[in-house]
């Protein structure tokens, strides 16, 4: 016997779950625009948001072509991350566990005052204390 009204309640509860994770990540990358200065709303729109992740960090914006290449991706959001991290005053530590235990250190990153945008990690930059 099928039990369809079951399957359904578990269809729409899994989207509903994953439209507050979206929600969530979203308004946590937005609020780390804003320490950098962009507008908040660019971390819920997306391809956008990496771009303006990448003018954060001060890579070339035509890396979001190396963001849509299968095992490119994967190396190009290593550096990103640890990029992330650095621009923000964090060591490439940071920038690994942003990567292995994102759901923790995004928030601290985005919500902690004692985490300041310092400039762009790629420029040479960034990891420098805040002041």
């Known amino acids: ?13 899994y989207i509903l779950f994953m439209l507050l994770i979206y929600l969530f990540a979203g308004f946590c ?7 950098a200065g962009k507008p908040l709303w660019a971390g819920f729109v997306p391809i956008y948001n990496y771009i303006v992740m990448l003018e954060i960090v001060g ?8 963001l849509l290449i299968p095992p490119v991706n ?5 550096i990103l991350a640890i990029d992330i991290a650095k621009s923000y005053g964090k060591d490439t530590l940071w920038g690994i566990l942003l990567i292995l235990f994102s759901v ?3 928030p601290i990153m985005a919500f902690s005052s004692d985490i300041r945008y310092v400039g762009p990690a790629a420029a040479g930059e960034g ?5």
Do not use: C, Q, S, Y
């Not at 990358?29 to 320490?35: D, L, P, T, V, W």
């Not at 994967?74 to 290593?78: A, E, L, Q, S």
């Open 104 to 106: 923790v250190v995004l």
């Open 127 to 131: 990891n420098r204390p805040a002041m």
């Open 1 to 13: 016997m099928e039990d369809t009204g079951l399957l359904a309640a578990l269809g729409i509860g």
């Open 59 to 66: 890579r070339p914006t035509w890396w979001i072509i190396l």
């Open 74 to 78: 994967i190396v190009v959001g290593i």
């Open 29 to 35: 990358i937005g609020k780390m625009f804003e320490k």
